[in-house]
């Protein structure tokens, strides 16, 4: 069983940065992991995704040249590193995992941490 818990996040001001965590408890390897976040009245989508064996990644189109996925798998933790931020960037953020190898935003993430808020003013 996987366990997720992320941290970091808070408000900050547009052109502003922000480093998100996740660590993850019952940590197989091969495990694909990944950032989503949801926004209020909208769908919950994709951010980035991260295969853990092999550093594999994929980002939204939204996101891509700002954030950036990462891992330190001695630690077992998932970073977000998200700059120059928008207000549209302002969700609730999820770290997620997934058995699947192709590691994309629909490949059945069936672990979920609890959120952490990310607030981004103009």
């Known amino acids: 069983q996987v366990q997720l818990v992320e941290s970091g996040g808070g408000s900050v001001q547009a052109g502003g940065s922000l480093r998100l965590s996740c660590v993850a408890y019952g940590y197989p390897y091969r495990l694909c992991m990944g950032w989503f976040r949801q926004a209020p009245g909208k769908e919950r989508e994709g951010v980035a995704t991260?295969?853990?064996?092999?550093?594999?990644?994929y980002y939204a189109d939204s996101v891509k040249g700002r954030f950036t996925i990462s891992q330190e798998s001695g630690k077992k933790t998932l970073y977000l590193q998200m700059t120059s931020l928008k207000p549209e960037d302002t969700a609730m953020y999820y770290c997620?995992?997934?058995?699947?190898?192709?590691?994309?935003?629909?490949?059945?993430?069936?672990?979920w941490g609890q959120g952490t808020q990310v607030t981004v003013s103009s």
């Open positions: 997620a995992a997934t058995y699947s190898t192709l590691c994309r935003f629909d490949s059945g993430f069936n672990y």
């Open positions: 991260i295969m853990t064996s092999d550093g594999r990644t």
